[in-house]
C-alpha cells in the first residue's frame, strides 16, 4: 500500500505507463575535502561583497586633469570669431585720435584749502610789515655785518668829514642794542626806569614813530653783541640793528660848526669803544686813555660857544646837550679806572645814548 502511495500513474497514447520514484542513494563526502570547499565559499563570498561595496563608495572628485584644462585655457584664449573668416572680424576705429592731456581730467583742489592758503600769506605780510616798522624807521639801517640795507630814502655814502668851506654835518652810524618799541612815550618811560633801576641804560628816540628803546650801543656788530649778552643775564630781550643819524645832507655856512660836530662824532666814537671794552672785561681803559679822553672833552666845551653861535633855538638847546653828554661819558671812565666798579661803565653808555638821541634832534631841528 505504501509503494502505491508514490506511484504516478500517466496514460500515453491509451496506455497505461507506471512511473516509479527512484530515490536518490546517500553520497558518503570526506569533511576534510568538504571544509576546504566551504572555505572557498566563505573567502568568495567575502571577496564578493567587498567588490560590491567597492562599487557603492564614491570616487574622489578632487583630482585635477592638466590636460583637459589646458586644452579649454588654449581654446578659449583664441578669438570667439576665429572661425578663419576675417572679413567680418572687428576693426579698430577708424582715425581714432587720442584726448590731448590738457583735456584730461584735472584733480579738483578745495576752495576752502586755497582760502586758507591766502588768508596765511596775508596774515604773514601784515604782521611782518608790523615787524618791520616796529624795528625800523626812515633813519635806520638794519642788516648784519657788512651787508647792511639802507631804509632811507636816499642812499648816503659813509662817515665822510664836512668840506672845508662850511658843508654838512657828519653822519653818525652805530650798532645798537634795541629793548623795545612803543606808540606811548608814558608805556616806554615806565620800562626804562626799570632799567634803571637795575643800574642799566636805557634811553627813548624822540620824534619818531615807533618809540624806540635803545638800551646799549657799539662800534661795531662785534661790541653790540657783547652788551647783548649781557642783557640776556638779566632777562631783557635786546634786538641788534644798525642805526643811522644822517647829517650830510644838511649843509651849514659855518665851517667851524661842521668841525665841532666832526670832533665830537669822533670823540663819540673812542669813547663808546672803552666802555664796551670795560663791560666785557677788557683792559683798554687805562690812566693815559683816561687822560686823552679829558683832553678832549676840555677841547670841545672850549670850542662849542664859538660853533653853536651859528645855532638857534632848539637846535642849539639840543647841541648844547650833547656836549654835556659826551662830557659826562668821559668823567664816567674815570671814575671806573678808578673804582674799578661796572656802575660807572652803564652811566657812561647812559650819556652816550643819551647824546645820540640829542644828535638826532639837532638834525630834526635843522632841517
Request: proline share 4%; charged share 25%.
Amino acid at each position: 500500500m505504501n509503494q502505491d502511495k508514490y506511484k504516478i500513474s500517466v496514460r500515453l497514447n491509451g496506455k497505461e505507463q507506471t512511473l516509479q520514484e527512484q530515490k536518490p542513494e546517500k553520497l558518503e563526502v570526506d569533511p576534510a575535502v568538504l571544509q576546504q570547499d566551504v572555505s572557498k565559499e566563505i573567502v568568495a563570498a567575502r571577496d564578493h561583497e567587498q567588490e560590491d561595496r567597492a562599487e557603492i563608495i564614491p570616487q574622489p572628485d578632487n583630482i585635477i586633469d592638466f590636460g583637459s584644462r589646458h586644452e579649454e585655457r588654449v581654446r578659449n584664449g583664441q578669438p570667439f570669431w576665429d572661425d578663419g573668416n576675417r572679413e567680418k572680424s572687428p576693426k579698430l576705429p577708424y582715425k581714432r585720435k587720442k584726448k590731448p592731456f590738457s583735456q584730461m581730467k584735472k584733480p579738483k583742489i578745495p576752495f576752502m584749502l586755497i582760502a586758507a592758503i591766502f588768508s596765511a600769506i596775508i596774515v604773514g605780510l601784515g604782521f611782518g610789515t608790523v615787524i618791520l616798522t616796529v624795528f625800523t624807521s626812515d633813519n635806520v639801517v638794519v642788516g648784519e655785518g657788512d651787508d647792511t640795507a639802507a631804509v632811507t630814502a636816499q642812499a648816503s655814502p659813509a662817515d665822510a668829514p664836512p668840506s672845508s668851506e662850511g658843508g654838512s654835518l657828519p653822519a653818525l652810524t652805530l650798532e645798537i642794542v634795541q629793548g623795545g618799541a612803543f606808540t606811548e612815550m608814558s608805556k616806554g618811560e615806565e620800562i626804562v626806569a626799570r632799567i634803571h633801576e637795575q643800574g642799566l641804560a636805557g634811553t627813548l628816540t624822540q620824534g619818531t614813530d615807533p618809540i624806540y628803546m635803545f638800551i646799549g650801543a657799539g662800534g661795531d656788530r662785534a661790541q653790540a653783541t657783547k652788551i647783548s649778552e649781557l642783557y640776556s643775564g638779566y632777562g631783557q630781550d635786546t634786538y641788534l640793528k644798525t642805526y643811522r643819524v644822517e647829517g650830510e645832507n644838511l649843509s651849514v655856512q659855518a665851517e667851524d660848526l661842521s668841525n665841532w660836530f666832526s670832533s665830537a662824532i669822533s670823540h663819540y666814537k673812542e669813547v663808546l669803544q672803552l666802555s664796551v671794552d670795560g663791560l666785557s672785561g677788557g683792559s683798554l681803559i687805562t690812566a693815559d686813555r683816561v687822560k686823552q679822553i679829558e683832553d678832549q672833552a676840555a677841547t670841545l666845551q672850549a670850542n662849542r660857544d664859538q660853533a653853536f653861535a651859528h645855532l638857534s633855538g632848539a637846535s642849539q638847546e639840543h647841541a648844547l646837550k650833547m656836549g654835556d653828554n659826551l662830557v659826562l661819558a668821559g668823567k664816567k671812565l674815570s671814575e671806573y679806572q678808578s673804582s674799578s666798579e661796572a656802575e660807572s661803565l652803564w652811566k657812561s653808555q647812559q650819556a652816550l645814548l643819551d647824546a645820540l638821541v640829542n644828535y638826532q634832534q639837532v638834525i630834526q631841528a635843522l632841517q
